[in-house]
């Protein structure tokens, strides 16, 4: 099915990517559900659902989220989906049969920016590698240590200020949500990401998850992948074909929009027993229950521009559409 998604934007297309901005574009909308969840520190993490009207137990379920503040192709991406199918801006003509088919066939819940408190801080739009080293961008991603300076703060999915030395430069990546506790949003319950999932989960019971995630790609040529859940191994063959089936044809849809993907998706810590068997306590019971897919676009290189970062991950959308059509 054509769709409005086949070209590159234009090097100086207005993407939406800050939390003022996600939130000036949900003011616009009039025909989606709406809903808020607020993290501790106030800010607010939108949920916006399309095709939730009558009769919508019958549609498929998809449900799109952002979970990284440090990866901003992935916001742009939703809203440029959200624009579409609200028909907003470049989006008002021309789209009309497009938009009624998928509004008539999908439930499509997108959270644009779970962790609005991180992506406010950021120092730039995009990371385009134009001016920030990689080893200063981990700094903004996890945070830079306080007792070394130009050390990072080590990644971990939680952590407690009265019990460190807290990071000279906080990681825009982690979630406060209490008055000493941090977390890594996609790696703790506790945080607003997942509290915002399972609630609509309970409601629409979603079929498809697709996270839109960033990485640098260091030494490497490759500028896009999917990562399969580390407990792909262990799930019913059935589920396990489905995860594979949907990462191949994310892989295809790449190569025909000009990326360069690795050769097959990922399946990350198979060697690392101890953060293998920490993401599986996380992801399993979901990725029993639904088909879950992590994007991977290049981020802070230019060799992957921030138009083909967002094109990229639109065009994975396009595809986890299309093949949940004909699965």
Known sequence: MKHPFSGIFTPDYDFVVFPGDVARLIEQLEGPRIDTFKQWTGDTIWAVTFGAGEDWSRKKKLFVSRPHAHEP????????????????????????????????????????????????????????GSHISNERFFLWMFGESGEEVGARFPRVACWDKREVTEPALLGIAYEQIDAHTFVEPNRDYRSTFFKSFFELN????????????????????RNCDVHLRTCLYDLPAVMQDKHQALGEALHACWRRAGGVPRDRPSVPYQNNETQKAFLNAVWRPISEKMVHAVTEIQNNNPKTPNEMQVHLQLAALMETLHWMRVS
Do not use: K
């Not at 998850?209 to 640098?216: A, I, R, S």
């Open 73 to 128: 192709a992935g916001v742009a991406a939703c809203a440029e989906l959200i624009r579409a199918l609200a028909g907003l801006g470049i989006y008002a003509q021309g789209w009309d049969a497009w938009r009624e088919t998928v509004l008539e066939e999908f439930v499509i819940t997108l959270v644009p920016d779970a962790n609005p408190m991180g992506s406010v801080r950021a120092p730039v739009t995009f990371w385009d």
């Open 202 to 221: 309970d409601r629409y019971h979603y079929e498809v998850w697709l996270d839109l995630h960033q990485t640098e790609f260091v030494n490497s040529d």
